[in-house]
């Protein structure tokens, strides 16, 4: 079976752009999850998102904000980009309460 | 408020050996407790966790953790280490609604030949 997969791979943007980042759950999995990983420091966790409905929110401004699909897909947006929002974004997802399982991750870096 | 400290930055020790990586944690209820491990450029890898029952918890890879309520730690252990483990290890908890993870901030592994 597939693992998390998560898209872009890779992205660049300047400051003040918008950025979306996507991630699809391992199949059977309905909670996704979102981190920001910043070098060198552990991820920091964003939303969690279980039957299209927010469970879980970190502390982030509302420049952040996700949702998920009836497929259990999940988008990551953030508005009005600043560079310290240059970072790895982790998706996760699991299976209701349970241990989650890691994307590869989208390195957002913003000029 | 919930913090998972991992109070190592870089760890060194010869292939071989033995390594511990220390973890302290502060919840007010039970924990969900894990430990992650990231290599370079790559997401993070479940080796084991502890929900409740017996203390001592087995992963993969031959590490194994033990969590100690007095002493609010999990820390990860391996008996012997081998060069393919130098990589990024995280210690992580999750409230008990599963709702919010808190990750550490990380402990450097290099493994000396």
């Known amino acids: 079976d597939a693992g998390v997969t998560q898209s872009p791979t890779h992205l660049i943007k300047t400051r003040g752009q918008q950025v979306t980042l996507r991630c699809s759950p391992i199949?059977?999995?309905?909670?996704v999850s979102w981190y920001q990983q910043v070098l060198g420091q552990g991820p920091q966790f964003i939303f969690q998102?279980?039957?299209?409905?927010?469970?879980g929110r970190g502390n982030f401004p509302d420049r952040f904000s996700a949702r998920q699909f009836p497929n259990y897909s999940s988008e990551l947006n953030v508005n009005a980009l600043l560079l310290g929002d240059s970072a790895l974004y982790l998706c996760?997802?699991?299976?209701?309460?349970?241990?989650?399982?890691f994307g590869p991750g989208t390195r957002l870096t913003v000029t | 408020a919930q913090s998972v400290t991992q109070p190592d930055i870089h760890i060194t020790v010869s292939e071989g050996a033995s390594l511990e990586l220390r973890c302290n944690y502060s919840?007010?209820?039970?924990?969900?407790l894990f430990w992650y491990v990231q290599s370079p450029g790559q997401g993070l890898q479940l080796l084991l966790k502890?929900?409740?029952?017996?203390?001592l918890v087995q992963g993969i890879k031959g590490f194994e953790a033990e969590f100690k309520r007095s002493q609010s730690s999990f820390n990860l252990r391996k008996p012997s280490v081998h060069w393919s483990d130098a990589a990024e290890y995280f210690c992580?908890?999750?409230?008990?609604?599963?709702?919010?993870?808190?990750f550490g901030s990380g402990t450097k592994l290099n493994v000396k030949p």
């Open positions: 996760a997802s699991s299976f209701g309460v349970s241990e989650q399982y």
């Open positions: 919840y007010g209820a039970t924990p969900y």
């Open positions: 199949s059977g999995h309905k909670s």
């Open positions: 998102y279980y039957e299209k409905e927010e469970r």
């Open positions: 502890y929900f409740s029952g017996d203390t």
């Open positions: 992580a908890v999750g409230e008990n609604n599963f709702n919010k993870f808190y």
